[in-house]
């Protein structure tokens, strides 16, 4: 139990400084004399004023003629001669006497017991410092590995040492990683990308066929507006720091893929843009069957909106901010809505409610548009309230506890608001502590949000929602015999039960709590909750969502980095030694280890209240912040 802070003020400390400071000849005499107790009016009589004088001059005479006897006496003590008792006697009258002028000792200012440096906080420090290097390593690991075997692949196979091109051929763990790069200050790596970027990406925007207008916007789109900025774009002395091309480079080549993405939009016959785009003739048409994903379709303002703002060009923002506009006007349960939706209807499809895919980060753009343009100030306050309605709909009809521990998680409705509920929970929900904590301060810290009164108890019931989800996300790691969570689990309630379908850890506190199907064991070394651990280590300043996040790089290293270079997936993470899956997705670039470098960083690196991070972490300045010189500390040590 630690002792409360002493109740020490800046008061006390000038009063013990002065007690301290050197005293002149004649205020040494006065607090000496009072401190016999001298009578005042002694000193008020002509009399006592004479012998006042007279006692002074007797006091100077005496050091004045006794000086040679008392330094002759102290070389003979230096010297080791023995000294007889007269020099013993002048040496102690000295002493005396010296002792009515003697000067205090020089103390340093002394500091209250809150502003004392500590030795601990400093090792603490340097502990971070040095796991923040550690995660820079692995991200040095992660791109040399593709670099050498897959360089212009969109993604890795680490173990066959071969690239793969699974999201159109753009080249998409090149751009996912350049912005992790630039806030690592790895030059070398930001010159390889940058480098190719230029040579190449745009050719291959002109030339590719199909891609997905969602994950070509959030990871290439994305990333290059991201670099664009971090590499000073639209800043006075623009690339003065950073390596690679310049930042119109970037721009330029965000231009050419958003102009041919927006086919997606004006194809469509309503609102809801269609999924898919042909690249080389900017054409666009519907997924197989026909729907879009909820998610998809309104995942893709954050990086329109900017893409118009540094452009100059509205149409970009325009587009894609009628997708929300629009939804804005359709019918929901409590604020939330069906996984699917009709680009020829406009209507959403079927009943199926949940936060994880198809659906996650429809919820997570809502607020984060709003932050984007500005919160308060904007004109947007629909995307403010369609968002606070939904979490008020998820804590109503999804947020239950297991048994027998009470672990909080965020379940579905399957067949609507009317059908059963189910107790199944992806890793992708892990990314709704950190929303909540995002829309209860607005990026700055809990403290400061309290101290300012900016919450409401609406906001601190999410805070604490927030919490509890981010621990039930811990544990979906910790549970495990790897110690890394599998893409799906279900949660132990009185209506479901499965036994013997436990993650492998017997030491678990939560083994009989979380339960992993044979199908949902494998890991995609997602970024869901170290993106909350980061978001919430930021907000509430808890040490322990980074000693959680560093378990969990722990067993990253441990369990899915290849000697040759790069990372891989697993297949099942209940068993030891786990199946790789031989494949680095490019968002464990892109977003897992830049999360974690920024979690064990310096919290002015990227602030929360400047930067609104996109869904695949690429950050983008808020509206009002963009002129900002933006502060980058970025270690240089190999």
């Known amino acids: 139990m630690s002792s409360k802070p002493l109740p020490y003020s800046t008061k006390d400390v000038h009063y013990d400084n002065a007690k301290f400071r050197q005293r002149s000849l004649l205020k040494a005499v006065t607090q000496s004399l009072q401190i016999n107790k001298l009578n005042r009016d002694y000193l008020s009589c002509s009399m006592g004023k004479f012998l006042l004088l007279l006692m002074i001059f007797g006091v100077a005479y005496l050091v004045l003629t006794h000086s ?7 070389d003979n003590v230096a010297n080791g001669t023995r000294f007889n008792g007269e020099d013993k006697v002048s040496i102690v009258g000295a002493n005396k006497l010296k002792s009515l002028f003697r000067k205090a000792p020089r103390l340093p200012p002394r500091l209250s017991p809150d502003e004392k440096p500590s030795v601990k906080n400093s090792e603490d420090d340097a502990k971070w410092i040095d796991r923040q290097l550690s995660v820079k390593r692995a991200f040095v690991h992660a791109w040399s590995g593709y670099r050498n075997y897959a360089m212009g692949y969109d993604e890795l196979m680490p173990m066959s040492k071969q690239g793969v091109d699974g999201l159109g051929g753009l080249g998409a763990t090149v751009v996912d990683a350049l912005d992790t790069a630039i806030i690592m200050g790895l030059d070398d790596v930001v010159s390889e990308a940058g480098s190719w970027i230029e040579a190449n990406l745009s050719d291959r925007i002109s030339k590719k066929g199909q891609v997905n207008l969602f994950e070509t916007t959030i990871r290439v789109l994305g990333g290059l507006l991201s670099a664009y900025h971090l590499s000073g774009g639209g800043q006075l002395g623009a690339n003065s720091t950073h390596k690679g091309p310049q930042p119109v480079v970037y721009l330029q080549t965000a231009k050419n893929l958003a102009d041919r993405l927006l086919s997606a939009f004006t194809s469509s016959p309503t609102d809801i843009p269609y999924s898919d785009v042909i690249l080389h003739d900017s054409s ?80 997570e753009y809502l607020i984060k548009v709003w932050i984007q343009q500005g919160g308060h100030h904007s004109n947007l306050t629909y995307l403010h309230d369609m968002y606070e309605e939904a979490m008020k709909g998820v804590k109503h009809l999804l947020v239950k506890k297991s048994i027998p521990n009470g672990l909080v998680f965020v379940g579905e409705l399957p067949y609507g608001s009317n059908g059963g509920f189910s107790s199944k929970m992806d890793h992708l929900v892990c990314f709704l502590p950190g929303t909540l904590a995002l829309g209860a301060t607005k990026g700055v810290t809990k403290e400061k949000a309290m ?8 906001d601190l019931e999410n805070l604490k929602l927030a919490e509890d989800l981010t621990k039930t996300c811990f544990e979906m790691y910790s549970v495990t015999a790897t110690g890394l969570a599998p893409e799906i689990a279900y949660f132990h309630t009185e209506d479901f039960s499965d036994g013997g379908l436990d993650g492998g850890n017997k030491s678990s506190e939560y083994m009989n709590d979380i339960i992993i199907k044979h199908a949902d064991r494998h890991n995609l070394l997602r970024p869901e909750t170290v993106e909350s651990l980061f978001v919430m280590y930021r907000i509430t300043e808890d040490p322990k969502y980074r000693e959680w996040g560093w378990q969990i790089f722990e067993a990253f290293e441990k369990f899915t980095k290849v000697d040759s270079g790069g990372y891989t997936s697993l297949d099942d993470v209940t068993t030891i030694p786990p199946h790789g899956r031989d494949k680095m997705e490019t968002f464990f670039l892109g977003e897992t280890l830049k999360y974690l470098y920024l979690l064990f960083g310096n919290s002015s690196v990227i602030p929360l209240d400047k930067f609104v991070f996109n869904t695949e972490a690429h950050p983008l300045p808020i509206k009002d912040t963009i002129k900002e010189k933006v502060e980058f500390i970025a270690s240089k040590h190999s």
Do not use: W
């Open 284 to 363: 666009a048409h519907p997924a197989p069957g026909g729907l879009s994903s909820t998610s998809e379709v309104s995942t893709l303002q954050l990086e329109f909106n900017y893409l118009s703002l540094v452009s100059g060009d509205p149409k970009y923002g325009v587009e894609a901010m009628k997708v929300l506009e629009y939804m804005k006007t359709l019918p929901k349960t409590e604020g939330l809505v069906p996984i699917y939706i009709s680009p020829h209807s406009g209507q959403f499809s079927g009943d199926d409610i949940r936060l994880g895919s198809r659906g996650d980060s429809y919820y």
């Open 68 to 74: 040679t006897t008392v330094h002759s006496s102290f």
């Open 451 to 458: 101290n300012d009164n900016l919450l409401n108890f609406e």
